[in-house]
């Protein structure tokens, strides 16, 4: 069955240091990668997402490439903020629209960034 | 634009009352939507997920059900709570032919 695994958190970055969270899956077919991220107290919010290989998504200076031939679906931002202190999540759809839109969440990640 | 609304947002309940946490979808027609369940400190655990009025698949075999009364309407519900009932349960839609979905706010339950 399809699995994602996120890197052992939780991490702590001082503001402006580089991110990177790690995500790589395990799916049959052309899995769409998604990035989640959820503030305290908060649902989850779509960050960015990928469909096909090599895609990369961004969004509010999060990135992340689609790599087909190592499974993986890494976030990176060059300089984190106070603001992105929340949890991540990495997830995988099956690639089919509607009754197979099923998601496969990672565990999440908590990031905190101190001033 | 759409937006998904999720209520109450918060809610205290003794073991074995009843539960009914309802979840509403504005501006699209025929959503799939979901429910989830975050326990503390731990991922998300889908529960329930329809694809329309009526229709309802469960991936969990529990003491929760979940209803589709109207097309933009979704509801989870329990006869009697249990404590491991407890959670932050979010409801989330996608549109009919696509595979991102969206998230509500979420309703925090504690059941003492």
């Known amino acids: 069955g399809n699995s994602v695994t996120q890197m052992e958190g939780p991490v702590t970055l001082s503001e402006e240091a580089f991110l990177t969270i790690n995500c790589t899956y395990t799916a049959t077919g052309y899995p769409s990668l998604f990035w989640y991220v959820q503030y305290p107290g908060e649902g989850l919010q779509l960050l960015l997402k990928a469909t096909k290989a090599d895609d990369k998504g961004s969004n509010k ?10 499974t993986s679906f890494h976030l990176e931002k060059g300089s984190v903020q106070v603001s992105d202190s929340a949890v991540y999540f990495c997830a995988l759809s099956a690639g089919q629209a509607g009754a197979n839109s099923k998601l496969t969440f990672g565990k999440g990640i908590t990031l905190s960034v101190r001033p | 634009s759409q937006t998904i609304h999720q209520w109450p947002a918060t809610l205290v309940q003794p073991v074995g009352s009843p539960l009914s946490l309802e979840c509403t979808v504005e501006g699209t027609s025929n959503p799939n939507l979901y ?78």
């Open chain 2, 35 to 112: 429910w989830y369940r975050q326990a503390a400190g731990r991922g998300l655990q889908l529960l329930f997920y329809s694809v329309g009025i009526g229709q309802i698949s469960s991936e969990v075999p529990q003491n929760l059900s979940a209803s589709r009364p109207q097309d933009r309407q979704f509801i989870l519900s329990s006869k009697k709570l249990l404590l491991s009932d407890s959670g932050f349960y979010l409801c989330a839609w996608s549109g009919s032919l696509s595979d991102t979905q969206y998230f509500g706010p979420g309703t925090r339950l504690t059941v003492l």
């Open chain 1, 61 to 70: 200076g999060f990135e992340a490439t689609y790599r087909k031939e190592t």
